[in-house]
C-alpha cells in the first residue's frame, strides 16, 4: 500500500470540541492504515482560550510537531484562530475556516476590538480558502454541538481518506 504522508493542524477556542475532532481525524487515519502522531495544547481552554492540535500521518510518522510553514492543511474552528494560527500553513496549503466569531475576552470587555478585515488577511495566505458556516449548518441539524464534525466533513475533501 503506497500511502501518502501529511501534517493537519487544527485550532479552535475551548469548547468547540477540537479536541474531539483530531481524536476523530486520528482514528480514520489509523483505521486507513497510517501511523498517527498527535500533539495538543489546551491550556486555558476551559476559560475561551486556544485549542490546538499537530496531527501527522503517514507510512512512518517520528514527531507529533509541525513546524511553522508545514502544515498542509489548517481546520479553524474560529476565525480570529485560523488568522493567529496561519503561519503554520505551508505554501499552496489549504484552510478550512469556521465563519463563526467567537469574540475573546480582550474584546467582550472592550479592551480591544475584533479585527474586521479576518478575511480580507486570510485571503493573503493561500488561495485554497474556504469558510464554511458550520453553526448554521449544526443548528439545522438541531445539535449546536456538531460544529465540529461539520468542519471535519469539510475538510474531508483534502484528506487521502475515502
Same mark, same amino acid.
Given at each position: ?43 486555558? @481552554?476551559? %476559560?475561551?482560550?486556544? !485549542? #490546538?492540535?499537530? *496531527?501527522? /500521518? ?6 507529533? &510537531? ?52 479576518? @478575511?480580507? %488577511?486570510?485571503?493573503? !495566505? #493561500?488561495?485554497? *480558502?474556504? /469558510? ?6 449544526? &443548528? ?23
Amino acid at each position: 500500500m503506497n500511502l501518502a504522508r501529511g501534517n493537519v493542524f487544527l485550532a479552535g477556542v475551548g469548547g468547540q470540541g477540537t479536541l474531539l475532532a483530531s481524536e476523530v481525524l486520528c482514528e480514520a487515519f489509523l483505521l486507513a492504515g497510517y501511523d498517527v502522531k498527535k500533539s495538543e495544547v489546551h491550556g486555558m @481552554a476551559q %476559560r475561551g482560550g486556544a !485549542v #490546538t492540535t499537530h *496531527l501527522r /500521518f503517514g507510512p512512518k510518522v517520528f514527531s507529533p &510537531l509541525i513546524e511553522p510553514g508545514g502544515a498542509d492543511l489548517l481546520i479553524a474552528f474560529e476565525k480570529l484562530e485560523a488568522l493567529r494560527f496561519a503561519h503554520f500553513l505551508r505554501p499552496g496549503g489549504a484552510m478550512v475556516v469556521n465563519a463563526q466569531e467567537i469574540f475573546p475576552p480582550s474584546v467582550a470587555t472592550g479592551q480591544e476590538r475584533y479585527p474586521e478585515d479576518v @478575511a480580507v %488577511r486570510l485571503r493573503t !495566505v #493561500t488561495d485554497r *480558502l474556504h /469558510f464554511v458556516d458550520a453553526l448554521a449548518a449544526a &443548528l439545522l441539524l438541531r445539535e449546536v454541538r456538531a460544529v465540529n464534525m461539520v468542519m471535519v466533513g469539510a475538510a474531508s475533501h483534502y484528506l487521502p481518506l475515502s
